[in-house]
């Protein structure tokens, strides 16, 4: 079982950054592969970004070069960098695991889930 937290939402002007956090129990935190989704209101959840076990990362063509995904292994933390911020980032991140060492843009590939942090970007 692997319970997973998400901080760092909140209100941001277009233009800003925001970097979001994921803290995950358990001790093999290094095994899993890990993403990130977002939902905006009336739309469905859609991939963000994903990270292997060793840190290789892959994006959703549209957030390429404005969001970073980033581990942190010793210390079970996997984080979004999200810079020049637009009104259509707005929506509620969620991050996921999932075992196996590649990550994924399948959300039903993933194992766990948080419950979301809110982003919302004013124009």
């Known amino acids: 079982q692997v319970q997973l937290v998400e901080s760092g939402g909140g209100l941001v002007q277009a233009g800003g950054s925001l970097r979001l956090s994921c803290a995950a129990s358990?001790?093999?935190?290094?095994?899993?592969?890990m993403g990130w989704f977002r939902q905006a209101p009336g739309k469905e959840r859609e991939f963000v970004a994903a990270i292997s076990w060793s840190g290789g990362s892959t994006y959703a063509d549209s957030l390429k070069g404005r969001f970073t995904i980033s581990r942190d292994n010793a210390k079970n933390m996997v984080y979004l960098q999200m810079n020049s911020l637009k009104p259509e980032d707005t929506a509620v991140y969620y991050c996921?695991?999932?075992?196996?060492?590649?990550?994924?843009?399948?959300?039903?590939?993933?194992?766990?889930w948080g419950q979301g942090t809110q982003v919302t970007v004013s124009s």
């Open positions: 996921a695991c999932k075992y196996g060492a590649l990550g994924s843009y399948r959300e039903l590939r993933y194992d766990y």
């Open positions: 358990g001790r093999t935190f290094s095994r899993y592969a």
